[in-house]
């Protein structure tokens, strides 16, 4: 494992609170979202009918920015958390999340709850001085 990968897992291998950009008919649109990091990827709990679904849908270039960190990438519907090919996923993510998941917000029982992977194609992290980049 790479010192960038360590630093990542140490760094984003919990819940995380990123700032997500997407673009739509040119305009940026920036929210912040809560993120687990694993193998390249964040993943993150949303609605399929949401803003940043729709505009992701229309074009996948994403960006990311958090602690000391920014990244571009490409976002992808997962689909529903309760599928079965997520069933793993979802439990981490259950686990990551649990300070929150069960506060009435987020509904299990409906497909249109997904699982937003956004896979880094480049990013920039610095940690103590140090510079690293994907």
């Not at 602690?67 to 958390?81: C, F, I, K, M, R």
């Not at 079965?84 to 259950?94: D, V």
């Not at 009435?104 to 480049?122: A, E, M, Q, Y």
Request: proline fraction near 2%.
């Amino acid at each position: 494992m790479s010192d960038m990968e360590k630093i990542m897992v140490e760094r984003f291998g919990k819940d995380s609170i990123l700032a997500l950009a997407t673009v739509e008919d040119g305009m940026p649109h920036v929210r912040s979202v809560n993120a687990y990091y694993e193998n390249g990827s964040f993943y993150v709990i949303t609605y399929a009918l949401s803003g940043k679904m729709r505009q992701i849908g229309k074009n996948p270039a994403v960006a990311l920015a958090g602690d000391w960190y920014t990244a571009q990438g490409a976002g992808e519907s997962l689909g529903w958390v309760g599928a079965p090919e997520n069933a793993a996923i979802t439990a981490k993510l259950q686990q990551v999340f649990a300070s929150w998941i069960d506060n009435g917000h987020t509904n299990f029982g409906d497909v249109n709850t997904i699982i937003l992977r956004i896979r880094v194609t480049s990013a920039v992290l610095f940690d103590h001085g140090r510079r690293y980049e994907l």
